[in-house]
């Protein structure tokens, strides 16, 4: 994940909450209970809080606190990682002004047959810029497009859903085949990548997708994950950013409608500049 957004923000930091409640793996453990330690640090732009004084203006951390013991009382878990998960999605999604938050469940006198001052989880988690490419051109493309509208902006844990004006264009690649529809959505997720990729693909198997056939052929719906924040991946089942979208109309033309001064994280140059240049290269009838 990148998460190099946090070195331009600020802090707010909340140092062993003492919240007694019933986590463990053991069944005494959810019966009696114990003392459990939290520290978080959520990280935020503090700026306008700092120039008007003004509460409403940052987050509080007497509602964080707040927050983070009635998770930690909302449900018994077995694992800490299962409590930090929870704690660290409720917080993001609670306080909308914080990006990331860094966070640590302490168990003191764990259960290990042996003198430990504590053992804990730490994670880190925050909400992640996305960019995803959509297209259809078999049966009813209005009605794929719109689906994939209201699986997409549906996903949990996703926020600021936009998207652009809907383009039709010639098909690329493979072109025995009917126009398509294409447009793309931009949003934030808590998701991580491949998390993303197998919700994508369980929306494109809603629209009786058929991965196997054509390559580039045609297709009821075409998810595509084109960018995850500045992410460079090449694992074989999800590359990121897409490796074509620099040579593609139908994604760069849409993307420049909701990020035309984002940079590609490969190539450096700026969306808009790589459309420039596409378009002045292609044949005019393909413009």
């Known amino acids: 994940m990148n998460t190099s957004r946090i070195d331009e923000l600020d802090r707010i930091h909340v140092e062993n909450l003492e919240v007694f409640c019933n986590h463990g793996v053991y069944r005494e453990e959810n019966i009696l209970g114990q003392k459990f330690l939290v520290s978080c640090s959520l990280y935020l732009n503090t700026r306008k809080a700092g120039l008007s004084d003004e509460i409403s203006d940052s987050v509080s951390y007497g509602n964080v606190c707040r927050c983070i013991a009635a998770g930690m009382k909302e449900q018994n878990d077995k ?63 209005e009605k794929y497009m ?14 600021n ?4 004006e809907q383009i039709e264009t010639a098909p690329y690649g493979y ?12 949003f934030e997720t808590l998701a991580w990548p491949e998390e993303l990729l197998e919700s994508l693909q369980k929306i494109e198997q809603g629209a009786k997708r058929k991965r196997k056939g054509i390559h580039w052929g045609p297709r009821t719906l075409d998810l595509d994950v084109l960018l995850y924040d500045d992410l460079v991946s090449e694992k074989p089942e999800l590359i990121i950013p897409h490796p074509d979208m620099e040579n593609r109309l139908f994604v760069l033309e ?13 190539s450096r140059r700026r969306f808009i500049d790589i459309l420039k ?11």
Request: charged letters at 25%; proline letters at 7%; aromatic letters at 8%.
């Open 79 to 141: 694992l800490l990682e299962r409590v930090a998960e929870r704690l660290a999605s409720t917080i993001l999604l609670t306080f909308p002004s914080v990006c990331f938050v860094e966070l640590e469940v302490k168990k003191p006198w764990a259960p290990v047959m042996m003198h430990i001052d504590h053992a804990s989880v730490k994670i880190r988690r925050g909400w992640h810029q996305v960019y995803v490419g959509v297209g259809s051109n078999l049966g009813d493309r």
């Open 146 to 159: 719109d689906y994939a509208k209201e699986q997409v902006s549906g996903l949990p844990d996703i926020r």
């Open 161 to 164: 859903f936009r998207m652009a």
């Open 175 to 186: 072109e025995d085949q009917g126009d398509f529809l294409n447009n793309v959505f931009a």
């Open 254 to 266: 849409p993307l420049c409608q909701l990020n035309p001064y984002g940079v590609h994280p490969v």
């Open 277 to 287: 240049e596409l378009k002045a290269v292609l044949p005019e009838e393909k413009n």
